[in-house]
């Protein structure tokens, strides 16, 4: 079975400039999610979608960061304009409906200089 | 190399020791519980759950006890491994019905060969 697919593996961009990551969640899960883990510490939910549809979207900065998951598949996530504390690496992960059970992909590596 | 220990607690066992990996939890109220293991360059992945209805829980080498009086949980590794060699979250549910996943900080767990 397919794991979860995110590409870049790695991204580095210069503060204010406009970057954006794309996940593969595996064939079937419902449920994905958005995380972003800064150094050192835990995954932190950005946006969790059921389908296509946004169930929690209460961390996910809104006035820089948008994500979409328009035919229930594939999902994006941007951020416009970059800021340095957005260094970090941004995890997609997936599951089946309504499970605690995620599958996470390897991440997108994020440096903002 | 990376620097992700820096602000980790962090556990060093020798090949073959038990590992004992321990997590405090705040919300009383929290009826699931599940343990992540993150190798260095890869998204987390589901070790073992257990529900509050349950004391200990016992996986393939890997055992799980929770002790809902003093909201503790610990993540027993028995014969520990090199490749065991990681990160180790504790997770919790944010709210109930949505699968909203709460991660602590982590322990990372060195094992000399």
């Known amino acids: 079975e397919a794991g979860v697919a995110q590409s870049p593996r790695y991204k580095i961009i210069e503060k204010r400039q406009s970057v954006a990551f794309w996940c593969n969640p595996i064939s079937g899960h419902a449920t994905l999610y958005w995380y972003q883990q800064i150094l050192g510490q835990g995954p932190k939910l950005l946006i969790q979608?059921?389908?296509?549809?946004?169930?929690?979207d209460s961390q996910l900065p809104k006035d820089r960061f948008s994500a979409e998951r328009l035919k229930g598949v594939d999902s994006t996530l941007k951020i416009q304009p970059a800021k340095l504390e957005d260094s970090a690496v941004y995890l997609c992960?997936?599951?089946?409906?309504?499970?605690?059970?995620?599958?996470f992909g390897p991440g997108t590596r994020l440096t903002v200089t | 190399g990376e620097s992700v220990g820096l602000h980790l607690p962090t556990l060093s066992v020798q090949e073959g020791d038990n590992s004992i990996i321990n997590c405090a939890y705040s919300?009383?109220?929290?009826?699931?519980f599940i343990w992540y293991k993150q190798e260095s360059g890869k998204g987390p992945q589901f070790i073992i759950d257990?529900?509050?209805?349950?004391d200990k829980r016992q996986g393939q080498r890997v055992t799980v006890l929770l002790n809902k009086t003093v909201k503790h949980l610990s993540l027993q590794i028995a014969a520990t491994q090199p490749g065991d060699s990681a990160v180790y979250f504790c997770?919790?549910?944010?709210?109930?019905?949505?699968?909203?996943?709460?991660f602590g900080k982590g322990t990372m767990l060195l094992v000399s060969p």
């Open positions: 257990i529900r509050s209805n349950m």
């Open positions: 992960a997936s599951a089946v409906s309504r499970s605690y059970e995620q599958y």
């Open positions: 997770a919790e549910p944010k709210d109930s019905g949505y699968s909203t996943l709460t």
């Open positions: 979608f059921q389908n296509n549809g946004v169930v929690d």
């Open positions: 919300n009383s109220a929290s009826d699931y």
